[in-house]
């Protein structure tokens, strides 16, 4: 593997060991599902490509989280059911995770983990709505695959990472990116990074999605400001619990983040938190 020496990142021997391989066509069909000009057709030609995953759409389309009138029995069906955007996600989200077995690492949780990503992957697209960066499905794609190196951190190494995972846990105010770095000698950016070049995914993704957010404010009409600021309402929103000071942190004014002055953060924030419960019924389909 090439990709650590390119990057300057350090390959610790054991994922070294286990360098997932997507199968054959996936990175072309993620090159598609980031295709904001396909045609629908032309999508559900390329996913077709792809049994499994078909077949996950279905089971999808036809759970109580979409809660269909009558039996959804044809992929086509499914996609327009499910609309684009959740078929563009559910779709990636497949994809990506074929190679890994997280299951190895017991302190990894599956369902917080694909939580987080869709709403990360929400929150930077509607952010690249209101911004100058006008690529949204790259920035959906992008916030999706932030997180992608634990998936592969947690299944090469699941000793250290888990270790790493119940540390951030035990103590939220630590950097999940530094504990792991700590723990494994590099983090889930870093391995994000290295497999976004392997996989020979766009270069926008190995250079600019995993970009750590001290760094992207110098480029917030970016990529990697876009990913960052998505990043962080994410985060905020899944933080936020039912206690006695949820009402005060709904109505808190988010402040504007440096090259993002004019967007309506706060009301961004508002429409994440109407949709993180359905995305978290998303997140739960996915780990099914």
């Known amino acids: 593997m090439t990709a650590a020496h390119e990057t300057g990142f350090h390959l610790p021997p054991e994922m070294g060991r286990r360098v997932p391989v997507l199968p054959r066509g996936t990175a072309h069909l993620i090159k598609a599902l980031a295709d ?8 559900v030609a390329e996913i077709e490509l792809f049994p499994p995953i078909a077949a996950r759409l279905l089971s999808v389309a036809n759970s109580a989280w979409s809660s269909p009138v009558s039996p959804v029995t044809s992929l086509v069906m499914a996609c327009s059911r499910l609309g684009l955007n959740v078929v563009r996600t559910v779709a990636m989200a497949l994809a990506v995770a074929e190679p ?32 100058a960066y006008e690529d949204d499905q790259t920035a959906r794609t992008a916030g999706l695959l932030r997180n ?5 951190m947690a299944d090469a190494m699941p000793g250290p990472t888990g270790a790493a995972l119940q540390v951030a846990a035990d103590n939220e105010a630590e950097d999940l990116e530094t504990v792991l ?6 983090g889930y950016l870093e391995a994000g990074s290295l497999l976004a070049a392997y ?50 942190t709904s109505t808190r004014q988010e402040p504007n983040s440096p090259g993002f002055e004019t967007v ?19 997140a739960e389909q996915l780990c099914g």
Do not use: K
């Open 100 to 131: 890994f077995n997280p299951a190895v690492c017991p302190p990894f949780q599956s369902r917080r983990y694909w939580s987080s990503a869709l709403l990360t992957a929400e929150a930077a697209c509607m952010v690249a709505r209101a911004s």
């Open 36 to 43: 904001e000009d396909i045609d629908f057709q032309d999508l």
């Open 181 to 186: 770095r700590d723990h494994c000698g590099i």
């Open 199 to 248: 996989w020979q995914l766009p270069a926008s993704f190995a250079n600019d999605a995993y970009t750590e957010c001290v760094a992207a404010t110098e480029h917030a009409d970016r990529l990697p400001g876009v990913i960052c600021v998505g990043s962080r309402l994410s985060h905020r929103v899944r933080r936020e619990t039912a206690d006695a000071d949820a009402e005060e």
């Open 264 to 282: 309506d953060m706060a009301g961004l924030l508002d429409r994440l938190r109407t949709q993180r419960e359905q995305i978290e019924g998303l």
């Open 148 to 152: 992608i190196g634990l998936l592969w």
